[in-house]
């Protein structure tokens, strides 16, 4: 499970009976499949994702958090690294995460974290995806408007629903939210019945070579952040001891 093994047979699954493409392509087809990823907690394996993807021909969409207690969005490394990803075809957007306002107050609230990912990245940033929203789960049911930019909550990309599956759904949304499926595995869908429109979100820290239940996976993760965290202190401090590496 979750090792780029599976994640490549998903690929190739998908690409069986539908075309890959990006948001804006899919607005004029009746039968499609967008490929989102969060990035949570590790843009060094976002990056890793992103080159697997590039192999297999495949581009998709990677939003970053801009408030984000595990990774600094705009350090320079992750600014070189989000740049490397986009120059792989990939599309970058803004994770947003989002308090409780009225859609005037959260219009601006958007467009201005938009705005400071373009400043620093040098580009233009022109998607958006809602996270977790627990407390808020209702944001993704206005289907929340920005000029010119995409909401890949937009209707035409998500149906939300309370409680209830619909019978017929506008778009089918699998996600690999929590180290688990909950929504169905993309391997176990019936790709023949026709409109069918999907969207795939991952999260890239679930993702490894090895592949990890969920427990090792954050073991294996958060140790990676560490030896990151005290490099860049050896880095910068001279008295960093160096037997701590």
């Not at 022109?126 to 209707?155: M, Q, T, W």
């Given at each position: 499970m979750?090792?780029y093994?599976?994640?490549?047979?998903?690929?190739?699954?998908?690409?069986?009976?539908?075309?890959?493409?990006?948001?804006?392509?899919?607005?004029?087809l009746?039968k499609?499949?967008?490929?989102?990823h969060d990035i949570?907690?590790s843009?060094d394996?976002?990056l890793?994702?992103?080159?697997?993807?590039?192999e297999?021909?495949?581009?998709?969409?990677y939003?970053?958090?801009l408030?984000?207690?595990?990774?600094?969005?705009?350090?320079?490394?992750?600014?070189?690294?989000?740049?490397?990803?986009?120059?792989?075809?990939?599309?970058?957007?803004?994770h947003?995460?989002?308090?409780?306002m009225d859609?005037?107050?959260?219009?601006d609230?958007?467009?201005?974290?938009?705005q400071?990912?373009?400043?620093?990245?040098?580009?233009?940033i022109?998607?958006?995806?809602?996270?977790r929203c627990?407390?808020?789960s209702?944001?993704?049911g206005?289907?929340i408007?920005?000029p010119?930019?995409?909401?890949?909550?937009?209707?035409?990309?998500?149906?939300?629903f309370?409680d209830k599956?619909?019978?017929?759904?506008?778009?089918?949304?699998?996600?690999?939210?929590n180290?688990?499926?909950?929504?169905?595995?993309?391997?176990?869908?019936?790709?023949?019945?026709?409109?069918?429109?999907l969207?795939?979100l991952?999260?890239?820290?679930?993702?490894t070579e090895?592949?990890y239940?969920?427990?090792n996976n954050?073991?294996k993760?958060i140790?990676?952040?560490?030896?990151?965290?005290?490099?860049?202190?050896?880095?910068?401090?001279?008295?960093?001891?160096?037997?701590l590496?």
């Amino acid at each position: 499970m979750f090792s780029y093994t599976e994640y490549k047979n998903i690929i190739a699954l998908v690409t069986e009976h539908l075309p890959i493409v990006d948001f804006k392509e899919a607005l004029r087809l009746d039968k499609f499949c967008v490929i989102r990823h969060d990035i949570e907690f590790s843009i060094d394996r976002a990056l890793k994702l992103a080159v697997i993807e590039r192999e297999l021909g495949v581009t998709s969409t990677y939003t970053v958090q801009l408030r984000n207690n595990t990774y600094n969005a705009l350090s320079k490394k992750n600014i070189e690294a989000v740049h490397e990803i986009k120059k792989m075809g990939h599309k970058i957007g803004l994770h947003q995460n989002p308090p409780v306002m009225d859609d005037d107050e959260l219009l601006d609230y958007i467009q201005k974290d938009i705005q400071t990912l373009e400043y620093y990245y040098g580009f233009e940033i022109d998607r958006f995806a809602f996270h977790r929203c627990r407390g808020n789960s209702g944001v993704l049911g206005r289907y929340i408007e920005v000029p010119n930019k995409i909401n890949c909550y937009d209707k035409r990309f998500f149906h939300y629903f309370v409680d209830k599956k619909p019978d017929q759904l506008r778009v089918n949304y699998l996600a690999d939210s929590n180290h688990q499926w909950k929504y169905g595995h993309p391997i176990h869908l019936d790709y023949k019945s026709a409109p069918f429109k999907l969207q795939l979100l991952t999260h890239p820290f679930s993702w490894t070579e090895a592949g990890y239940e969920n427990i090792n996976n954050f073991a294996k993760l958060i140790k990676e952040r560490s030896n990151e965290m005290a490099l860049d202190m050896e880095t910068e401090n001279y008295s960093f001891p160096k037997e701590l590496l």
